[in-house]
């Protein structure tokens, strides 16, 4: 059983650091996975305060499995309701760190491109005007900014399937680590470096608290 890191804990809301490797959610009955592991947190604690139905929770935002970071959880239907319209209304600010393939010729700037989501492979893909798939699309923007040559502070405008993977790794700079998009200059610089994991982060989340109001601000730990 991996060790959990929470960060925040409420009777609203709790803010933990997720490992890469381990699923927020999974339909996987062997499986261990995030939200699974924290409802046997609560139910340990709801179990000592004498409450005996099974504890709620729903996740905000979602990161892939080999993604590690900061994922917030809602801890009743009412709270989950508000904090995900705050993530569509763009209120709850998502920073992540990658380590890509190369750098950008500018420091920083904007990428917007047309998704679209193959459910039968797990992938998406960019989609230019005319390209088959072209009207299912959906509109994905981020913002990048150099930290260091190679490393790059993300700010994520929209919440598209393996968005921030599939927008690096068609604008030339593949996430180190990252077999499913990189290509073979990223893999060899991967393994020079010996990157094994897909080397993104979900860094930081700053948001309202959905029931205090208060402003809330959250950066992953080891």
Known sequence: MQELKILYEDEAILVVCKQAGLA????????????SLLKKHL????????????????????LDQPVRGLVLFARTKEVAG?????????????????????????PEGTLK????KDGKTNTSRVVKTGDSGYREGKEAILH???ISPGEEEIRLLTGRHHQIRVQLANAGHPILGDNKYGNARSREESEKRGITQIALTAQKLIFDHPVSGKRMEFEYEE
């Open 24 to 35: 927020v959610e999974t339909k996987k009955i062997a499986e261990e996975d995030l939200e």
């Open 43 to 62: 139910a340990k604690d709801g179990d000592r305060n004498g409450k005996k139905q099974p504890p709620y929770l729903a996740p905000i935002n979602r």
């Open 82 to 106: 508000k904090l995900s319209k705050d993530l569509t209304d763009g209120k709850i600010t998502k920073i992540y760190r990658a380590s890509v393939f190369g750098s950008f010729d500018e």
């Open 113 to 116: 491109d047309t998704l679209v």
């Open 144 to 146: 990048y900014k150099e």
